[in-house]
């Protein structure tokens, strides 16, 4: 297997952060560099069509917007969720009232599908350090498993299944969505 | 892969059990019967030598007693630990004194040794599910990533690595045991 490459190692943050970005994207974590992996169907496809359905919900009334492959650098780690979604309000902007390059705080909702490369407690690991951190709600999909791993602060974890309805950010709370809904992104046919 | 397959549906708890074991063992969750994979070199020398190691430590003063492969049945399930440790005064006797045949209630630790042909999504659930039902404390390990996720009551779990020093039962807490410990008991030369 070729795991979520460890690639340097004794490199500061800010040295980290004037590297030139990498494809696939690399993160900083702990003092270290760690390369994702290169992103396959299953994976992309998710990513794809869950964003667009969260962001139907939430741009329409300036609830929150999801952005895939951001980069998001806060408390000493540089992080790059395969979906990060920020409330409306928290949203950074520049002086034109454009959003801004750079991302310096943690997402409201992490989103992290499981590669079929990819260590899953160093992937966990993430989600875990954004939720320390003041993220409100973490999700852990396994394709291979059809089934999706939620995390909240200051509890243990809960695995859904199924027609299990799944925990959202409070300001989407109209939109209901089940781990089937989920899943069911990954048809073509 | 070949992936912790699900056997049978919609079979009650006694009936499960009025089953033959199977060799790997069957467990019974949410209804469904799961087999379990066919323990690799890997996973069976951990289980060997760590359940052996929290023996060594447990056992001179009868504070807790590490069993691998038993089926726990309680609160609608039937699962089969990896290694299940029991405080000394939680192991069920017989008439006779001697350990009894039947565990009916959750270990009060449970660990659980990630093979490469398991979703770790289920085997998780599994930790969880017994953190719920009274287990102190649940170590999920990862021989491929050295890493091992630790899961305590009413809190997010902790992915330790390297030097982190492992919470173990509160019996055995003059046991001080590191990740890298658990790891080089992988090691043959």
Redo the contacts between chains.
């Keep these: 297997?070729t795991?979520s490459t460890e690639v340097y190692s004794n490199i500061s943050l800010a040295e980290f952060l004037n590297l030139p970005e990498t494809k696939p994207a690399s993160e900083y974590i702990d003092g270290r560099i760690y390369e994702k992996p290169m992103p396959q169907g299953k994976h992309s496809i998710l990513q794809t069509r869950l964003s667009t359905n969260i962001n139907q919900v939430g741009e329409s009334q300036q609830k929150a917007l999801a952005l895939t492959e951001l980069r998001c650098t806060f408390s000493g780690h540089s992080l790059v969720p395969d979906i990060a979604v920020f409330e409306w309000s928290r949203i950074p902007t520049d002086e034109n009232g454009e959003i801004a390059n750079r991302f310096e705080s943690y997402p409201d909702w992490t989103i992290e599908i499981?590669s079929p490369d990819q260590?899953?407690?160093?992937v966990?690991?993430k989600i875990?350090f954004c939720?320390?951190q003041g993220t409100k709600l973490g999700w852990?999909i396994?394709p291979?498993?059809k089934?999706?791993?939620v995390?909240q602060?200051?509890?243990?974890?809960?695995?859904k299944y199924n027609a299990d309805i799944l925990p959202v950010l409070d300001v989407l709370s109209d939109w209901q969505v089940k781990v089937v809904d989920i899943f069911s992104l990954l048809k073509i046919k």
Tied chains: 1, 2.
Excluded: G, H
Aim: proline fraction near 11%.
């Design positions: 297997m795991l499981l260590f899953p407690n160093r966990i690991n875990i939720i320390n852990f396994d291979n498993d089934s999706l791993m995390f602060p200051n509890k243990l974890p809960e695995v």
